[in-house]
């Protein structure tokens, strides 16, 4: 029978590869939930509609979602993002769902923090504001975070619709409630009477992108020219050659940026917050600035 042991060197050696391991694990973790988590991106993108009105040419409209206030994203770096966003001047301001996080304390704790993300978020310098739910709004409670987001002047468009008007002419800005916990019906968002109207495009907000597939399947969906999502934080952590470590229900095939779908265009963004542990990896926070092109 063999023996094996190890000299001195053998045991020094191991351990320091042991203590750099360690070292190098806190070290990514420390990158990842304190630096990288506040390093967002602003992404900016040209999308050109058909039927787009002259006077909508060139209007430029932000995105953010995922915000997740309470849980890991603090009042202080959401402040900073709406400052970066009132100092692009965009002409709309698209909120996509998840303002607050279920599960993550008392029912009272959840609902203090819709009630500051929204008073946060009231300090977005654009008149035109929107805002669809996404589930962890619905987990905590979709009616309070509706109604504290109106009650600072942002409307939630629940399986509703709402025009933009220029000079004369406009684009429908429709939205649905989350489709994963919710019951989104975008027939009652885009009624027929304002269905592929010559010049009047339908921007479609939904919080779970995958949702694009069933809404294409409604006589609805043709209406539709840009859908904007959330929900899936594009991944979160995403370590290289195997992509995102876990995404959600109705979040696993359409993950992060743009995608065309026919004749809808639908983007994924993704997002500002994080859920489960404060880490993000190679999956920066994103404000997202969209100028609207005629086709």
Aim: charged share 20%.
């Amino acid at each position: 029978m063999a023996f094996f042991s190890f000299s001195p060197a053998h045991s020094a050696a191991r351990r320091r590869f042991l203590t750099a391991g360690l070292y190098g694990a806190a070290g990514l973790a420390l990158y990842s939930g304190e630096i990288a988590r506040h390093r967002f991106e602003v992404t900016e993108r040209e999308v050109s509609l058909v039927g787009l009105p002259r006077s909508f040419d060139g209007i430029r409209i932000a995105q953010m979602s995922d915000i997740h206030l309470g849980e890991f994203t603090e009042p202080f770096f959401l402040r900073h993002l709406v400052d970066r966003v009132n100092r692009m001047q965009p002409d709309a301001v698209m909120l996509t769902g998840d303002f607050v996080t279920e599960g993550i304390g008392s029912k009272q704790y959840e609902l203090r923090a819709a009630n500051l993300c929204a008073e946060v978020l009231s300090g977005l310098q654009c008149r035109d504001r929107f805002a669809v739910l996404g589930n962890h709004d619905f987990g905590v409670s979709a009616g309070y975070v509706a109604q504290v987001l109106r009650d600072r002047g942002i409307p939630v468009l629940r399986n509703a619709s709402v025009p933009l008007e220029r000079g004369g002419d406009r684009i429908w800005i429709a939205g649905v409630d989350d489709p994963v916990v919710g019951q989104a019906a975008p027939d009652l968002a885009i009624p027929p009477a304002i269905r592929n109207l010559p010049d009047e495009p339908v921007v479609f907000l939904c919080h779970a992108p995958d949702y694009a597939d069933t809404l294409l399947e409604q006589e609805s969906g043709s209406s539709v020219g840009l859908m904007l999502s959330g929900h899936t934080h594009g991944g979160q952590v995403r370590l290289p050659f195997l992509g995102a470590l876990e995404l959600p229900e109705l979040g696993k095939k359409y993950v992060e940026g743009m995608f065309r779908l026919g004749a809808m265009q639908l983007y994924v963004n993704r997002g500002i917050g994080t859920i489960g542990l404060p880490f993000r990896l190679n999956c920066p926070p994103e404000i997202t600035m969209f100028t609207l092109r005629k086709a």
